[in-house]
């Protein structure tokens, strides 16, 4: 099976290990992972600020990037979401706009998500001697309908102590533009995210989206907590020695 990475933003300029991680899951479920390097942001910036005149030009940019692939892979339910948003984008765009953008988000898939739903996997010989708890991020859950997948392959991770994360469904502030744009509102909600956080007395806090991971883990950072953050990825590439 041939995997094109998706690698977003965030995990290509901050989190460059995710994606090493990705692969390497990947290519022992016997993936064969490449990476379209004219890849670029997926322009979901722009289209929440209202700018989607500029957006469909990424949009196309990355449509033929990934027009041959076989499926589309990325770290970040937010991200992946936002390429099934493609389709919304050219609604009212030329035909053949239209469908080539639903032949993409047809074909794209969060990490996770591919793992149990394509390739049929929840155990892949992962082990965390960890408390933990996790963090379900917005645009993964709502928008991409990714709730189960995460939780079906943390439940074999061998040794991880999970404790559900109280207020799981509430948003951590990030928001992509909303953490800039409304900055005191976001620090308050990633407050209440880091107060449930040290609820579960948990070591470590696992996710699915960098910008939430970034988000969190900045703020757990400036308050001086002793939380490691973790992307799900990073916890699924810890292989038995």
């Not at 929840?122 to 960890?130: I, K, L, N, Q, R």
Request: with cysteine; hydrophobic share 35%.
């Amino acid at each position: 099976m041939k995997v094109s990475l998706f690698i977003t933003c965030l995990a290509d300029v901050f989190y460059p290990n995710v994606g090493k991680d990705v692969i390497e899951v990947l290519e022992r479920q016997g993936c064969e992972v490449d990476f379209p390097v004219s890849q670029t942001c997926c322009g979901q910036p722009a289209y929440n600020s209202g700018y989607h005149k500029e957006t469909k030009e990424v949009a196309k940019s990355m449509i033929r990037t990934f027009e041959h692939s076989e499926y589309v892979v990325a770290p970040s339910g937010s991200c992946a979401a936002m390429l099934h948003e493609y389709p919304h984008l050219f609604k009212d765009d030329t035909a053949i706009w239209l469908k080539r953008s639903e032949e993409l988000a047809a074909k794209t898939y969060e990490f996770t998500q591919f793992l149990v739903d394509v390739l049929g996997v929840e155990d892949v010989g992962a082990t965390c001697p960890a408390s933990v708890t996790y963090h379900t991020s917005c645009h993964m859950t709502r928008l991409l309908g990714v709730k189960e997948a995460p939780m079906k392959l943390l439940k074999h991770v061998d040794g991880l102590k999970y404790t559900e994360l109280p207020g799981k469904e509430t948003c951590c502030g990030f928001g992509g533009t909303f953490s800039v744009k409304m900055k005191p509102i976001s620090e308050q909600m990633v407050d209440e995210k880091v107060a449930h956080i040290e609820e579960t007395n948990s070591e470590v806090l696992i996710g699915a989206d960098c910008g939430c991971l970034m988000n969190i883990g900045g703020r757990l950072e400036r308050l001086g907590k002793n939380v490691q953050v973790k992307h799900i990825a990073e916890i699924l590439n810890q292989q038995h020695s």
